[in-house]
C-alpha cells in the first residue's frame, strides 16, 4: 500500500463506519416495525421520507464545511477557521429549531400527499412528530462532525454514529416494543440517540479546536459568512432537488400496492447501505482534494485522483454483483415470501445498475466538493434530477411499476456520473491556481 492509499485508507474508513451504521439503524428500526406489523412499516416510510426531505436539505453543513475547513487549516488560518466553526454551529441549532416548527405544522400536509389510509396517516404523524424533536441534535452532530473531518480527525464521525446506532438500537426495542409505544417510541429513541451524539461530538470538536495555534491574522467575518451562505445555497438547492427526486420516488410507490410500498421503501434502505462504499472514499476526498490544492499541487492526474479512480471502479463492480445475487435473500429478511414476488428479475438488474452507475456520481460529487466547484456540483445534481423527473413520468403513463422507477433512477445516474467526470477535468485547473480562497 503506498501513501496516497494509506492517505485514502485513513480518512476513508472511519467514514465508513459511520456510514454503514447510519442505515443499520434504518434497518433495524424497520425490522421492528415490521414486527409491529406491515402497517406500522409502510407509515415510518413515508416519515422517514418527509424527515430526510427536511434533513438532507441541510447536508451543506457536511459537505460544504469539510472541505473549507480543510483548506483553512492547511493555509494557518486558525483565528478564521475558529470563527467558521462557532458560526456554523449556532446556524445549525437555529435551521433545526425552524426545522421543528415547519414540520410539526405543516405534517398533516405533507403525509396527506402520499394518500394513506387513516391507520397509516396516523402512525406517520406520531412517528413523524417525535422524531422531528431530534433534528436540532442531529445537524449539531452532522457540523461538528464535519469540521473533525476537515481537522483530520475523522475517527469521531464513526463514534458518534455507534453512540447512535447502540442507544438506538436499545431504545426503538424498548419504546416500540417492549413499552408498546410502536412507531411514536420509534422515533423518540432516534431523538435520544442523536441528543447524546450531539453532546459528544460537540465535546470533541470542542476538545481539538482548542489544542490549534493560534494566528495572528484578521477575522475576515463579512467573507466566512459569504462563502458559508454562498456555497450553503448552492448545496441547499442542490439537496433539494435530489431529495424532492427521491421522495417523488417513494410518493409514486405508495400509489401502488401495500407489498410495493413496503418493498420501494426497503430497495431505498438497500440503495442507500449500498452506497456507503463508494461514500464514504467520496467524502474523505473532499479534504485530501481541498488540501491538495491548497498546496498548488495539480490535482488532475496526480496518485490521488488516480487511486480513488481505481478504488471506486473495485467497489462500482463488487456492489453490481453482490447486490444482484443477494437482494431478494434480504428482502426476504424482512418480509417473508411476501414480497418476494414483487423482486423480479427487472428490479434486481435495476437496483444493481443503479449502485455501479452511481458510484462515480458520488465520487465526483466529492472531487467537486474539493475543488471548491460548489456551483458545478449543484447544477450537475439538479439537472439529473429534473431528467430523471421526466423519465420516471415518462415511464410511468406506460407501465405503473417500480421497473419505471428504477429505470428512471439508473438514467438520471447515468447523466449525472459523466457530467461530474465532465466537470472536474474541465474545471480543476481553476481550482488549481485559486484554491479555497474565493
Given at each position: 500500500?503506498?501513501?496516497?492509499?494509506?492517505?485514502?485508507?485513513?480518512?476513508?474508513?472511519?467514514?465508513?463506519?459511520?456510514?454503514?451504521?447510519?442505515?443499520?439503524?434504518?434497518?433495524?428500526?424497520?425490522?421492528?416495525?415490521?414486527?409491529?406489523?406491515?402497517?406500522?412499516?409502510?407509515?415510518?416510510?413515508?416519515?422517514?421520507?418527509?424527515?430526510?426531505?427536511?434533513?438532507?436539505?441541510?447536508?451543506?453543513?457536511?459537505?460544504?464545511?469539510?472541505?473549507?475547513?480543510?483548506?483553512?487549516?492547511?493555509?494557518?488560518?486558525?483565528?478564521?477557521?475558529?470563527?467558521?466553526?462557532?458560526?456554523?454551529?449556532?446556524?445549525?441549532?437555529?435551521?433545526?429549531?425552524?426545522?421543528?416548527?415547519?414540520?410539526?405544522?405543516?405534517?398533516?400536509?405533507?403525509?396527506?400527499?402520499?394518500?394513506?389510509?387513516?391507520?397509516?396517516?396516523?402512525?406517520?404523524?406520531?412517528?413523524?412528530?417525535?422524531?422531528?424533536?431530534?433534528?436540532?441534535?442531529?445537524?449539531?452532530?452532522?457540523?461538528?462532525?464535519?469540521?473533525?473531518?476537515?481537522?483530520?480527525?475523522?475517527?469521531?464521525?464513526?463514534?458518534?454514529?455507534?453512540?447512535?446506532?447502540?442507544?438506538?438500537?436499545?431504545?426503538?426495542?424498548?419504546?416500540?416494543?417492549?413499552?408498546?409505544?410502536?412507531?411514536?417510541?420509534?422515533?423518540?429513541?432516534?431523538?435520544?440517540?442523536?441528543?447524546?451524539?450531539?453532546?459528544?461530538?460537540?465535546?470533541?470538536?470542542?476538545?481539538?479546536?482548542?489544542?490549534?495555534?493560534?494566528?495572528?491574522?484578521?477575522?475576515?467575518?463579512?467573507?466566512?459568512?459569504?462563502?458559508?451562505?454562498?456555497?450553503?445555497?448552492?448545496?441547499?438547492?442542490?439537496?433539494?432537488?435530489?431529495?424532492?427526486?427521491?421522495?417523488?420516488?417513494?410518493?409514486?410507490?405508495?400509489?401502488?400496492?401495500?407489498?410495493?410500498?413496503?418493498?420501494?421503501?426497503?430497495?431505498?434502505?438497500?440503495?442507500?447501505?449500498?452506497?456507503?462504499?463508494?461514500?464514504?472514499?467520496?467524502?474523505?476526498?473532499?479534504?485530501?482534494?481541498?488540501?491538495?490544492?491548497?498546496?498548488?499541487?495539480?490535482?488532475?492526474?496526480?496518485?490521488?485522483?488516480?487511486?480513488?479512480?481505481?478504488?471506486?471502479?473495485?467497489?462500482?463492480?463488487?456492489?453490481?454483483?453482490?447486490?444482484?445475487?443477494?437482494?431478494?435473500?434480504?428482502?426476504?429478511?424482512?418480509?417473508?415470501?411476501?414480497?418476494?414476488?414483487?423482486?423480479?428479475?427487472?428490479?434486481?438488474?435495476?437496483?444493481?445498475?443503479?449502485?455501479?452507475?452511481?458510484?462515480?456520481?458520488?465520487?465526483?460529487?466529492?472531487?467537486?466538493?474539493?475543488?471548491?466547484?460548489?456551483?458545478?456540483?449543484?447544477?450537475?445534481?439538479?439537472?439529473?434530477?429534473?431528467?430523471?423527473?421526466?423519465?420516471?413520468?415518462?415511464?410511468?403513463?406506460r407501465n405503473e411499476n417500480l421497473v419505471s422507477l428504477w429505470l428512471a433512477l439508473d438514467l438520471s445516474l447515468i447523466s449525472r456520473s459523466a457530467l461530474g467526470y465532465f466537470f472536474q477535468k474541465r474545471t480543476y485547473s481553476t481550482a488549481f491556481k485559486t484554491g479555497l480562497s474565493?
Amino acid at each position: 500500500m503506498n501513501n496516497t492509499q494509506k492517505e485514502i485508507w485513513i480518512n476513508s474508513y472511519p467514514v465508513f463506519i459511520w456510514l454503514v451504521l447510519e442505515p443499520v439503524v434504518g434497518l433495524i428500526d424497520s425490522k421492528i416495525a415490521s414486527l409491529i406489523g406491515i402497517t406500522t412499516l409502510s407509515s415510518i416510510g413515508i416519515a422517514e421520507t418527509i424527515y430526510f426531505v427536511f434533513i438532507w436539505i441541510f447536508i451543506f453543513l457536511a459537505y460544504g464545511t469539510t472541505p473549507f475547513v480543510a483548506s483553512l487549516k492547511t493555509k494557518g488560518e486558525v483565528n478564521n477557521l475558529n470563527y467558521f466553526i462557532k458560526f456554523g454551529r449556532n446556524t445549525s441549532l437555529t435551521l433545526g429549531i425552524i426545522s421543528i416548527l415547519v414540520l410539526i405544522l405543516s405534517s398533516n400536509y405533507l403525509i396527506s400527499i402520499f394518500n394513506p389510509t387513516d391507520d397509516i396517516f396516523t402512525l406517520s404523524k406520531n412517528y413523524l412528530v417525535f422524531r422531528c424533536i431530534g433534528i436540532p441534535f442531529y445537524l449539531l452532530n452532522m457540523h461538528s462532525t464535519a469540521v473533525l473531518r476537515g481537522l483530520k480527525v475523522p475517527n469521531i464521525t464513526f463514534q458518534s454514529a455507534a453512540i447512535v446506532a447502540l442507544l438506538n438500537i436499545f431504545f426503538s426495542y424498548m419504546f416500540g416494543i417492549s413499552l408498546n409505544f410502536g412507531a411514536s417510541g420509534i422515533g423518540f429513541a432516534s431523538t435520544i440517540s442523536f441528543l447524546f451524539a450531539s453532546l459528544f461530538s460537540s465535546y470533541k470538536l470542542t476538545r481539538h479546536s482548542q489544542k490549534l495555534e493560534r494566528s495572528s491574522e484578521s477575522v475576515e467575518k463579512k467573507q466566512l459568512k459569504k462563502k458559508f451562505f454562498q456555497v450553503g445555497f448552492l448545496i441547499l438547492i442542490r439537496s433539494f432537488f435530489l431529495t424532492f427526486f427521491m421522495a417523488y420516488l417513494r410518493n409514486k410507490a405508495s400509489l401502488m400496492s401495500m407489498e410495493e410500498i413496503a418493498l420501494q421503501h426497503l430497495l431505498l434502505q438497500f440503495w442507500s447501505f449500498g452506497y456507503i462504499f463508494v461514500d464514504a472514499v467520496a467524502i474523505a476526498s473532499q479534504a485530501l482534494v481541498a488540501e491538495l490544492i491548497s498546496k498548488k499541487i495539480n490535482f488532475q492526474n496526480s496518485s490521488l485522483q488516480k487511486e480513488l479512480i481505481k478504488l471506486t471502479s473495485k467497489i462500482s463492480i463488487f456492489l453490481f454483483i453482490f447486490s444482484f445475487i443477494f437482494l431478494q435473500s434480504f428482502v426476504r429478511i424482512f418480509d417473508s415470501d411476501n414480497l418476494l414476488e414483487y423482486t423480479t428479475i427487472e428490479i434486481r438488474i435495476l437496483f444493481s445498475l443503479s449502485l455501479f452507475i452511481g458510484s462515480y456520481a458520488f465520487l465526483w460529487d466529492g472531487v467537486l466538493l474539493g475543488l471548491d466547484q460548489s456551483k458545478q456540483f449543484a447544477l450537475i445534481t439538479i439537472f439529473s434530477s429534473l431528467l430523471g423527473f421526466l423519465f420516471s413520468s415518462l415511464f410511468l403513463s406506460r407501465n405503473e411499476n417500480l421497473v419505471s422507477l428504477w429505470l428512471a433512477l439508473d438514467l438520471s445516474l447515468i447523466s449525472r456520473s459523466a457530467l461530474g467526470y465532465f466537470f472536474q477535468k474541465r474545471t480543476y485547473s481553476t481550482a488549481f491556481k485559486t484554491g479555497l480562497s474565493k
